[in-house]
């Protein structure tokens, strides 16, 4: 039975302040129905039964004398199609009248801010006004925003302060047995322009919701197609749990808004910090979406890629090629808009050749790897001019040359050295390269170090041939970082081949065998039988394998990346399936528990993360541990709490216990699951490059 609150009517709706997912109300438009003689319906005298089916949400309730019939889809990406059947379970006829009531919330965040929204009867329904409040850390709006309510039959709404209500005009008459169909429609708007093609939108939906109705149906069965058309003896509760992978993931695909150009997958609708798009978190979904959604994967793709920076850019053109962290439906300050959260300090893991390559893959879109490969190339060159400082073709995870990595003093005034430059904040500029690594808190770059023989995290500037600083690195060789970019050498090679030019397939060959040679030489410790970070000084010259940081994730990415020798990788699967070190309850954490920074609950410092699970899942496979791999593949998807179940889908989870760490309904890992789910429980494959074995 829905709750109180939500009975005869949906939750919501939850509307995006540009930045912030904001609760307009508890239930905006709920049915009322009274009989001929004005009483009034209650549902509690009804057997309710709420579902969610995928891509819709139905309402049920069974009366002594009627069904009442709720279902909602979307009927486009800034319209809610709701509709509503009522059936007389009667031999006689009977009049009904409908109404639909409703209250919206007039504050926001937790100092409850008046949002100083209003209400407005319509011709067909209602609208919520706004008006321009900029508050950059919580709700951003401007009076050009609107909600409505529009119905398909003649109604007569009144509005006052924060509540509705809104009545059909004509009773409705039902003959026994008869069912009466009436359609309403919620639109979100951002601008004005986008108000009047949505009004004529929903006069469209209103007028043909069959037809909606049967194109959302056609639409998700066609998601869901890639997991029921498996043959194989997969247990349904996997099925179920790749079906709430796929939900998850399309419930967090948002539209192009703002200065966001193209669609793409936002981390969590469930958490306020997360209504953006991060590059790394975008190529793993994008890796998920394209085996069942490919247009929506190629449109996110675009996304990220409208804001790689350009050689005349006005703000950074030394770091031309690079993709930036993550980009919001506001630019930042420096860029002219008013936005918190958009965040130029760093790039993120080079990924992006692996998600282009396997989007196409899935697509056979040739234009889009035309169209791509240039940016690809750019961004690839990038990490070897701006985050390799002593130029040995072996790179570093660092920051952008930005303001917030300078000191200041009290008064906010930049701090300068002897020549007059800015002098650099080491521990902002450390902050952004572990960002760059998508791994904000890992052991590995705390800035202390671990043992008395380990100097800690350092900066360093990087130059150009100018002696201009065009970044910043720190001093660690990252093994993970590294694998990522001898990947997309594969993944570039192959591209290069796939469009005839074969001078750069060649180019990326010989540029990934040094590039191998050097991390088996280098970041593999033969005694521990694992690969680690190696710490240099500024021109490359000394070098010390940060063994003493103990092993985490970082170490099997060259399994995936094909980096490894069988030898190696033999020695780091075992690792992988020992139970003191990686095969916990959920198995493949990003810190191994032998290691004394094991943290099981803290971010980055021992939580499972899916996208470094399934990277390790994939490197097993590569080296001919199948049947490890899909052991290991069974104990994620039993232990991690609520997967099988009703469960959110969550961030990261606790490997000795199983349970949901932070943020739920969260995207990436239902990229992983679903992946998982894909080429090991249901097939049998990887996402992994193939360009260069």
């Known amino acids: 039975m829905p709750a109180a609150q939500l009975q005869g009517g949906f939750a919501g709706p939850v509307?995006?302040?540009e930045e912030y997912p904001v609760n307009l109300s508890?239930?905006?438009?709920?049915?009322e129905i009274a009989d001929a003689e004005g009483n009034i319906y209650s549902y509690d005298n009804a057997e309710g039964t709420g579902t969610y089916y995928p891509g819709m949400l139905v309402q049920t309730y069974e009366f002594d004398d009627l069904t009442v019939d709720l279902r909602l889809i979307f009927g486009s990406d800034r319209t809610a199609l709701v509709r509503t059947e009522i059936t007389n379970k009667t031999e006689e006829p009977m009049e009904l009248t409908l109404r639909w009531k409703g209250d919206m919330y007039s504050n926001y965040g937790d100092e409850y801010t008046l949002m100083e929204n209003s209400l407005e009867s319509t011709e067909d329904g209602v609208q919520v006004n706004f008006r321009e409040v900029r508050s950059t850390w919580s709700y951003l709006m401007t009076d050009e925003v609107k909600f409505n309510v529009r119905h398909d039959i003649p109604v007569e709404t009144t509005a006052g302060g924060d509540t509705y209500v809104t009545t059909a005009v004509d009773p409705v008459a039902l003959?026994?047995?008869?069912?009466?169909?009436?359609?309403?429609?919620?639109?979100y708007t951002f601008t004005a322009e986008e108000a009047e093609?949505?009004?004529?939108?929903?006069?469209?939906?209103l007028a043909n919701g069959e037809t909606c109705f049967q194109e959302s149906a056609d639409r998700w069965n066609g998601y869901l197609a890639t997991i029921e058309k498996d043959d194989?003896?997969?247990?349904?509760?996997?099925k179920k749990a790749a079906v709430k992978a796929i939900e998850t993931m399309m419930t967090n695909y948002k539209s192009a808004?703002?200065?966001?150009?193209?669609?793409?997958?936002?981390?969590?609708?469930s958490y306020m910090w997360f209504i953006g798009l991060w590059a790394w978190d975008s190529w793993k979904q994008v890796v998920g979406m394209a085996k069942y959604n490919p247009d929506a994967a190629i449109e996110n793709v675009r996304s990220i890629f409208d804001y790689q920076i350009q050689e005349d850019d006005e703000v950074r053109p030394q770091d031309a090629g690079a993709i930036i962290d993550c980009i919001f439906y506001n630019k930042g300050p420096e860029r002219g808009g008013d936005g918190g959260n958009w965040n130029e300090r760093n790039s993120k893991p080079p990924l992006a050749a692996w998600?282009?390559?396997n989007a196409y893959i899935e697509s056979g879109d040739t234009e889009f790897l035309e169209e791509m490969y240039p940016k690809l190339v750019a961004y690839h060159n990038w990490w070897y001019t701006n985050r390799d400082v002593d130029g040995n073709g072996v790179a570093e995870y660092g920051g952008m040359v930005h303001d917030s990595h300078y000191q200041y003093d009290e008064n906010g005034e930049l701090v300068l050295d002897e020549n007059g430059n800015p002098m650099v904040d080491a521990e902002a500029v450390i902050e952004a390269a572990a960002w760059e690594s998508g791994m904000d808190n890992a052991p590995r770059f705390d800035v202390s170090g671990n043992g008395p023989d380990d100097v800690g995290t350092l900066v360093y500037e990087v130059k150009n041939d100018e002696g201009q600083v065009v970044g910043y690195t720190i001093n660690q060789e990252s093994v993970d970082l590294n694998s990522y970019l001898y990947a997309e050498k594969g993944f570039l090679k192959a591209m290069a081949e796939e469009l005839g030019l074969e001078e750069d397939a060649a180019k990326y060959e010989e540029e990934a065998a040094a590039l191998r040679d050097y991390i088996n030489t280098y970041m593999y410790d033969e005694e521990t039988g694992f690969y680690y970070d190696l710490q240099i000084n500024e021109d490359g010259s000394e070098k010390k394998l940060l063994v003493n940081r103990g092993k985490g994730c970082e170490g099997w990415l060259p399994l995936w990346a094909k980096v490894a020798d069988q030898e190696q990788a033999d020695q780091v699967v075992e690792k992988m399936m020992d139970e003191e070190c990686f095969n916990l309850t959920v198995p493949l954490p990003v810190t191994s528990k032998?290691?004394?920074?094991?943290?099981?609950?803290k971010y980055w410092r021992g939580p499972v993360w899916l996208d470094q699970a399934m990277y390790g899942i994939e490197g097993m496979k590569n080296y001919g541990y199948d049947a490890e791999a899909k052991e290991l593949v069974e104990k994620m998807f039993q232990n991690a709490e609520g997967l099988l179940g009703d469960g959110p889908i969550r961030e990261n989870y606790n490997p000795l216990t199983g349970e949901g760490l932070h943020t739920k309904n969260f995207s990436w890992s239902a990229a992983c699951f679903y992946l998982m789910y894909e080429n090991v429980l249901a097939g049998d494959g990887t996402t992994c490059q193939t360009g260069i074995e």
């Open 257 to 269: 808004a703002g200065d966001l150009l193209h669609g793409g997958v936002v981390p969590s609708m």
């Open 15 to 17: 509307i995006i302040a």
């Open 355 to 357: 998600a282009v390559y």
């Open 197 to 205: 093609e949505e009004k004529a939108l929903a006069a469209d939906m």
């Open 175 to 187: 003959d026994a047995g008869a069912a009466f169909t009436t359609w309403s429609a919620e639109s």
């Open 232 to 238: 194989t003896q997969v247990g349904k509760q996997y």
């Open 26 to 31: 508890g239930a905006f438009s709920r049915l």
């Open 594 to 601: 032998d290691n004394d920074m094991f943290e099981a609950d």
